[in-house]
């Protein structure tokens, strides 16, 4: 082990099965082959050190995986270093941050997860559970992910150690680095594959009058073969979720203590217009020191079509879809204050927004058409990052029958 049309129609009248607390079932007419690959979201509920399975048609929670039954194993194994670091960084958070990102493999049967405050990266075998690989990453806190198109290559932001570590899914094993800006973040993979995407967010224990000295708040582009940096752009705050369209040109993004997103032109290294959302009484009356990771905002996705920006309002209890032609927002999904919606990822058909409530433990789904909400779904506790997946329906019975 190294250490290193109709479908969205019954989709609709499911969720608002959902929704009324009924049981939701598929009908015959979108049976699937016992043997065909099934459609889900991928939830990674930080604190509970759980993954949740969705299925992105029903909204039906599947199981889920314990992918933290080492955790004190590991935690008793730091040494001084380790264990000073692991402290510092769980109290920073203001508490125990598990599960960070998690990705299926291409075929359906692994899972790749980034185990935020155990600072490694760890591959399971969903219909056993069992753990093929773990990878410990330099510094203190592994963050958020990606996986290549191809599979083959996991990146892995080390936040403190200011870099991002590129894994063979195969083994784990670690096959490159590359420079970040100060505390790297998000990574992404242009859709062929070529380029990686990584953003920085900068310190974000440090007040927001000294935000000048959170360090470099870059957006760095990386050539996925060679791993040498091919450009960075430099923002004025921190960069949280970000959606870099196919076209490599267009990025929409949160901002550190932005109450809204910005659209940003990679070409001319501009942005090009700011959108400045609502605050809810709560919101409003929040300093900015106290948002969560300096984040009013944190969480943005796009539609399929490229017409409407999901824009989740962390410290708002809101969801909002926004046109993305004039920026006007087309409806809003209000949520139970306390709720902390935390993340936004479109489905695979670019038809949904789903937006993780962290801490009311659910995942809210939100029809870009109709900018409503049409499912909530309960799944662990402090769900954050989501990502879509296909799974084989054989390993399913390797999940608990836990929501997470």
Not at 289 to 307: I, T
Request: charged share 15%.
């Amino acid at each position: 082990m190294n250490t290193r049309p109709t479908a969205r129609l019954l989709s609709v009248a499911a969720g608002a099965a959902v929704l009324l607390g009924g049981a939701v079932v598929g009908p015959p007419s979108v049976a699937r082959a016992a043997d065909s690959p099934r459609d889900v979201l991928v939830v990674g509920n930080s604190q509970a050190g759980t993954v949740s399975f969705i299925d992105a048609h029903t909204f039906q929670n599947l199981g889920s995986l314990n992918v933290t039954a080492d955790a004190q194993q590991r935690i008793a194994a730091m040494d001084p270093i380790q264990w000073a670091g692991f402290e510092t960084v769980t109290s920073v958070e203001g508490g125990t941050r598990w599960v960070d990102d998690a990705t299926l493999s291409p075929d359906g049967r692994r899972l790749y997860v980034s185990r935020g405050n155990l600072d490694d990266v760890a591959a399971y075998d969903i219909a056993t559970g069992t753990q093929l690989w773990r990878t410990r990453l330099d510094g203190f806190k592994a963050d958020h992910a990606a996986l290549s198109p191809d599979g083959t290559r996991y990146v892995v932001s080390a936040t403190t150690a200011q870099e991002a570590e590129v894994l063979d899914t195969a083994d784990g094993a670690v096959v490159g680095t590359f420079p970040t800006g100060t505390y790297p973040h998000q990574n992404d993979y242009s859709p062929d594959g070529r380029y990686i995407y990584n953003s920085s967010i900068g310190v974000t224990s440090l007040p927001q009058f000294l935000e000048f000295a959170k360090g470099s708040l870059q957006l760095t582009k990386v050539d996925a073969k060679t791993l040498k940096v091919v450009q960075t752009w430099q923002f004025p705050h921190g960069i949280r979720p970000n959606v870099i369209e196919p076209d490599g040109r267009t990025m929409y993004t949160d901002l550190s203590y932005l109450n809204g997103f910005v659209q940003y032109d990679l070409a001319t290294s501009r942005i090009v217009r700011t959108v400045q959302m609502p605050f809810s009484a709560a919101g409003a009356a929040l300093n900015p020191d106290s948002y969560p990771q300096n984040s009013a905002h944190h969480g943005l996705a796009v539609s399929g079509d490229g017409a409407n920006v999901c824009d989740a309002g962390t410290i708002d209890d809101y969801a909002a879809i926004v046109a993305t032609s004039d920026a006007s927002t087309r409806g809003t999904v209000t949520y139970p204050t306390g709720s902390l919606p935390y993340w936004a990822t479109t489905s695979a058909d670019g038809s949904l927004c789903f937006v993780s409530l962290s801490k009311a433990n659910a995942v809210s789904v939100i029809d870009y058409a109709t900018a409503r909400e049409i499912a909530r779904v309960p799944v662990g506790s402090f769900p954050q990052r989501e990502r879509t997946g296909r799974i084989d329906p054989t390993v399913l019975t390797g999940l608990s029958p836990s929501a997470g």
